[in-house]
């Protein structure tokens, strides 16, 4: 029962990033009925794949008739910021069953990864992976749910992606990162890491994306260390 219980925190805590994410899901289904793609191909992106900035860029690539390497090359490039929530989460999943850590890898989003690292970093260890599935789940199912009313809507009401319902995904995305600004390394990171994506934004492949992740880690790692040696 105790796991129950975890499980529904995850889930109830998600809650704020499930309205987030909800508007960004419609307008995917929308989307990719109206880019040659089926309806049970659109839900079975979202099944599958389930990560929400690559499905987007996969059904432009695929509208634009790029070829399979491109359209792999370039969502892998943009999904590689899991590898750093991975190690991020890792000494606290290292232990865990391999019957947790396997679903739990591949439910792994921006979203569910704020939730479930602030709550591991404050100490709350006890019914983590629990916790983690119960987020994961909430996530998964929602973002299945608004695939499949896009969809539906999408067939019905043309132009639906033109309405600027993605703002609500970039509010979530700053309510993620703002809370964990509270040092001034993570707040050059950040600075870094927006200003270098920003001035790099027309290369190819997201890489300008990429690059801003990495000026912001070594900025964040560099003046971390530095703090400590003063300290």
Known sequence: MSSVRHGFAGARDTVPMLVGAAPFGLIFGALATTSHLTPAQTLAMSLLVFAGSSQFIAVGLFAAGSTLPV???????????????????????????????????????DETFAVVEHRLRSGAVAGGAAYWFGSSLAMYGNWLLWTLLGIMVGQGIPGIAGWGLDFAMLATFTAIVAPQLKTRPALAAALVAGTVALWLRALPYQGGLMLGAC?????????????????
């Open 71 to 109: 359209l792999w090359l370039t969502t892998l490039v943009v999904n590689l910021r899991h590898a750093l929530y991975s190690a991020t989460l890792l000494p606290y999943a290292r232990d865990w069953p391999l019957r947790w850590r396997l679903p739990l890898a591949f439910w792994l989003t």
């Open 215 to 231: 000026a912001g880690i070594a900025t964040g790692m560099l003046l971390d260390g530095k703090r400590q040696e003063a300290a």
